[in-house]
T-cell receptor, first 110, second 114 residues
Framework: GQQVQQSPASLVLQEGENAELQCNFSTSLNSMQWFYQRPGGSLVSLFYNPSGTKHSGRLTSTTVIKERRSSLHISSSQTTDSGTYLCALERNSAGNKLTFGIGTRVLVRP | DPKIIQKPKYLVAVTGSEKILICEQYLGHNAMYWYRQSAKKPLEFMFSYSYQKLMDNQTASSRFQPQSSKKNHLDLQITALKPDDSATYFC?????????????FGSGTRLLVI
């Protein structure tokens, strides 16, 4: 089965709303990362978060290893936040390979 | 300036032909990777190289061959192209030993095989 599951699959927000994106994984991991994929396709690293909570501007990432989940919180969403958010895990036994989820597609309306 | 350069950005190829996707990184990383993203599928790991040596190969088909002429280059040669090879191919790099906290992706090559 899929090792990394993301939810929801898609999300529509009104500008200013908050959102919580979830990532659940079914295997032990070395690290969890969050990426933003622009509508044009390029990827931007948001967080490298093996455990705990990290903040970057309006974004917060929380990884709870025991519960095998990570979340990405977007506060006060803006239209420029529209795109796809991907979580990726690096497993203990898989070297530097990242295993990605299918992503959450976010659309923020003005 | 882009830290990872992928060329070309778009590529249209005929079934059965051969193409080379170019990737160069200017981050000083020792490890480089290829990933593939097909429609409605997750980004999928293909290869990893470290210090110009193949570390991991998750691609079933030998039609896909990475080529590393310099330590900051990792090209991808694809032979006998099939329509199913149509996808966006991403090159990435990282410095191993830092826990992959600096994993960086290129902007991708979008390949269409007709």
């Amino acid at each position: 089965g899929q090792q990394v599951q993301q939810s929801p699959a898609s999300l529509v927000l009104q500008e200013g709303e908050n959102a919580e994106l979830q990532c659940n994984f079914s295997t032990s991991l070395n690290s969890m990362q969050w990426f933003y994929q622009r509508p044009g396709g390029s990827l931007v690293s948001l967080f490298y978060n093996p455990s705990g909570t990290k903040h970057s501007g309006r974004l917060t990432s929380t990884t709870v290893i025991k519960e095998r989940r990570s979340s990405l919180h977007i506060s006060s969403s803006q239209t420029t936040d529209s795109g796809t958010y991907l979580c990726a895990l690096e497993r203990n036994s898989a070297g530097n390979k990242l295993t990605f989820g299918i992503g959450t597609r976010v659309l923020v309306r003005p | 300036d882009p830290k990872i350069i992928q060329k070309p950005k778009y590529l249209v190829a005929v079934t059965g032909s051969e193409k080379i996707l170019i990737c160069e990184q200017y981050l000083g990383h020792n490890a480089m990777y290829w990933y593939r993203q097909s429609a409605k599928k997750p980004l999928e790991f293909m290869f990893s190289y470290s210090y110009q040596k193949l570390m991991d190969n998750q691609t079933a088909s030998s039609r896909f061959q990475p080529q590393s002429s310099k330590k900051n280059h990792l090209d991808l040669q694809i032979t006998a192209l099939k329509p199913d090879d149509s996808a966006t191919y991403f090159c990435a790099s990282s410095q191993t030993g830092r826990g992959n906290s600096d994993y960086t992706f290129g902007s991708g090559t979008r390949l269409l095989v007709i």
